[in-house]
């Protein structure tokens, strides 16, 4: 089965800064999907970014970016130019590619609490 | 167009109680998954449902069932409720059931069971 691991239950980052959120997980399968989540203080889960396993490039969308080591199996999230908004809990998932089985569900970690100081 | 809605969005329930709780996807959307999210256990999934059929099915007791209607609108039940159903019960449509399409959230029922 597959598993995810977020091994900061907490961080903080000053306003304008880098901070960046670490993700490993565990799976014999080699093909799927990474995604970082954001779930903001009494507010909606909404994706913030999502890597495809067989794209060697990182993705990027804006001020987020991932730093995906297939073979390492860690995906970790860049977040540059912090700003208060950013504040939420991230969370790590996974899903399958292989059709069939349990291509619906996510896997997710256990989150990382992100702090903005300004 | 709308996002994805729960109703309620906040209940109190007793121990042994049944409780129902009510999720519309986004229009077009066919595949809704449901996902209980608590401290401890963080966010575990329940079930998918696609064109009103349960596809796939988390590691959940019986009591936990649910149903996906004509429209994609799908219901949760919980029965012989425990205190340790209290959590946030979210639910998430996508449009269709492939491994690529993103999943949207909706804001959540929080469960509180006394």
């Known amino acids: 089965a597959q598993t995810v691991t977020q091994s900061q239950p907490e961080m903080s980052v000053q306003e304008a800064e880098t901070v960046t959120l670490s993700c490993t997980y565990d799976?014999?399968?080699?093909?799927?999907?990474l995604f970082w989540y954001k779930q903001p203080p009494s507010r909606q889960m909404i994706l913030v970014i999502r890597q495809e396993a067989y794209k060697q490039q990182n993705a990027t969308e804006n001020r987020f970016s991932v730093n995906f080591q297939k073979a390492a199996k860690s995906f970790s999230l860049k977040i540059s130019d912090s700003q208060l908004g950013d504040a939420a809990m991230y969370f790590c998932?996974?899903?399958?590619?292989?059709?069939?089985?349990?291509?619906?569900?996510?896997?997710f970690g256990k989150g990382t609490k992100l702090s903005v100081k300004p | 167009k709308a996002g994805v809605t729960q109703t309620p969005r906040y209940l109190i329930k007793t121990r042994g109680q049944q409780v129902t709780l009510s999720c519309s996807p986004i229009?077009?959307?066919?595949?809704v998954s449901w996902y209980q999210q608590t401290p401890g256990q963080g966010l575990q999934f329940l079930f998918e449902?696609?064109?009103?059929?349960?596809?796939n099915k988390g590691n959940f007791p019986g009591r936990f069932s649910g149903r996906q209607f004509s429209n994609s609108r799908s219901e949760m039940n919980v029965s012989t409720l425990e205190l340790g159903d209290s959590a946030l019960y979210l639910c998430?449509?996508?449009?269709?059931?492939?491994?690529?399409?993103?999943?949207?959230f909706g804001p959540g029922t929080r469960l509180t069971v006394t």
């Open positions: 998430a449509s996508r449009i269709g059931q492939g491994g690529s399409y993103e999943q949207y």
């Open positions: 449902y696609f064109s009103e059929t349960q596809r």
């Open positions: 229009s077009g959307h066919r595949s």
């Open positions: 799976t014999s399968e080699s093909d799927y999907y």
């Open positions: 998932a996974y899903r399958t590619r292989n059709y069939g089985g349990s291509q619906g569900n996510l896997i």
